[in-house]
Each structure stands twice: as C-alpha cells, then as structure tokens.
C-alpha cells in the first residue's frame, strides 16, 4: 500500500507509549501545590486556553502528517503521493476525533487533578505555587492535543487503501501552507519504506528443485512402477483360476504288458 511506505505514519504510532507517560508527568506538576480556591474554575480555565483554543484552531487546519513538532519534512522534497496524503487529512472523521479527543483531555485532566496529592512526595515542584502547576500542566495538556491528532491522522492515513489515494487530488505549496499546521526545522528526510510483494513471495515456490527433492521424485516413480508390476502379475491370476482341470481320464496310459506263461504250464 501506499501509505504504508511512509516511515514517518509508523513512528506517529509511538504515540500510544508516550501519552501514558505524559499524562503521569501531568499528575507530578500538580501534585506540587494544594488546592486553590475554586479548583473547578482552575481547570475549565486552563483546560479553555490550553485544549479548547488550539483545538479550534487544528479543526480547522489540521497537523501536517509530514511534521514532528520540532522537525519536519520540506515541501520541496515532498513527491505527488506524500501529497496526496496530505489532502486526505481533509476529513469529517479526523475532525470528529479532534473534538473527542477534547473531551477526553478535559475529564482526564479533572481526574488527575483530583488524585495528584496522591503522588505529593514524587513532585518535583514540591512546595510550588499552584499558578505554577497550572500553566506547566496547561504545556503539557497541549502536547497531548497535538499527539493525540497525529495519532488519529496516521491511523486514519495508513488504513486507506490505494484507490482512496490516487483518486485524490495533490496539495500544492500554497495550499499545504495555509491549509495545514506544520511546525518545525525543514531537515526531516526519510527514505520510503519497501515492502515485499505479492508476486515476488508467490514465486518462491517455483525455484528449482534440490537434490533431496528430485531423489524423492525419483523414489516414488520407482515405486509407482513396482507398484504397476505388481499390478500385471496379479491381473493374470485370477485367469489361472478359471482354468478348468483336465480330467484325469484324458490322459493316455501305456497298455499293460501280458505276462508270459510259466514253463511247463502248457
């Protein structure tokens, strides 16, 4: 497929391994300070400036598939295909998954908020100011935003089968400038992933035959013609049965010999 031999799609992946890790870094920031004094109020307003307000903004430009946050890869290096991609990302579904994953960052960050005291003697902001917490979290809270769209787009991107993509129009430069969200230095170049093909693998099984092969080949004609043999010598004895016997008077005997008179008897 197509899609799949892009490399940066699969590191996008890796993703899933880093958010849990990002999350528990969140619970340490605000476990560094007490509660203030509308904890609720805190959240809603942190979790607006640091979620709601880039959200808005990645709904309507999504992230560039081709770019890491701090690296990217140039427009100028990018191929008909790789630009094909990027106008798939032009979907309802991603934009859906945006706004869900919203939601799912504002009951996480209510959750983690509430039981970071639990974890008080491993902060390391121990003692800190709670305005402190609240802005390193709000940081924290965007990086997951822009992972947790990527992730949605490379999977989205990498189920797409070939027809999708070539039936799909190119971005152009301008396009992909004003159409998409891409951070980052211009110095990412990765080479295509290869991968083996249908045909190639079907072939191996026609390659020549080696010698242990070929001497079974050889074995089982041999026994194929013993086996035929045996065949030809059975097939005639069942006519051997059907032959009648000669009857035991047919056979000529030799006439018995006269025995000649003793002397004296005549």
Not at 82 to 98: E, K, M, V
Request: glycine residues 8%; hydrophobic residues 40%; aromatic residues 6%.
């Amino acid at each position: 497929m197509i899609t799949r031999r892009e490399p940066l799609l699969w590191l996008q992946l890796m993703a899933l391994a880093v958010i849990p890790l990002e999350l528990e870094l969140l619970r340490l920031i605000l476990s560094g300070s007490t509660f203030g004094p509308s904890p609720a109020l805190e959240r809603l307003l942190v979790w607006s400036l640091s979620v709601v307000a880039p959200g808005y903004w990645l709904v309507q430009r999504p992230v560039d598939w081709g770019s890491l946050l701090l690296v990217r890869q140039p427009l100028s290096t990018r191929q008909v295909d790789q630009r094909r991609l990027s106008a798939l990302q032009d979907s309802i579904a991603l934009r859906s998954a945006t706004v869900f994953g919203m939601v799912l960052l504002l009951m996480a960050f209510w959750w983690i908020d509430r039981s970071a005291l639990l974890v008080i003697e491993l902060s390391p902001l121990k003692d800190g100011s709670r305005l402190t917490g609240l802005l390193l979290s709000g940081l924290v809270l965007s990086l997951l935003l822009w992972q947790w769209q990527q992730l949605c787009s490379a999977v989205w991107l990498l189920t797409r089968p070939d027809e999708s993509v070539l039936a799909t129009t190119p971005l152009s430069d301008d396009q992909m400038r004003s159409h998409r969200t891409s951070f980052g230095f211009g110095v990412l170049i990765l080479p295509t992933l290869t991968w083996p093909s249908p045909n190639a693998s079907s072939g191996l099984g026609s390659g020549p035959i080696e010698p242990e092969q070929a001497s079974e080949q050889n074995d089982g004609s041999d026994l194929d013609q013993q086996v035929a043999g045996d065949d030809g010598v059975a097939g005639t004895e069942p006519e051997r049965h059907h032959e009648e016997p000669e009857p035991a008077g047919t056979e000529q005997s030799d006439p018995e010999e006269t025995p000649e008179p003793p002397p004296g008897s005549a």
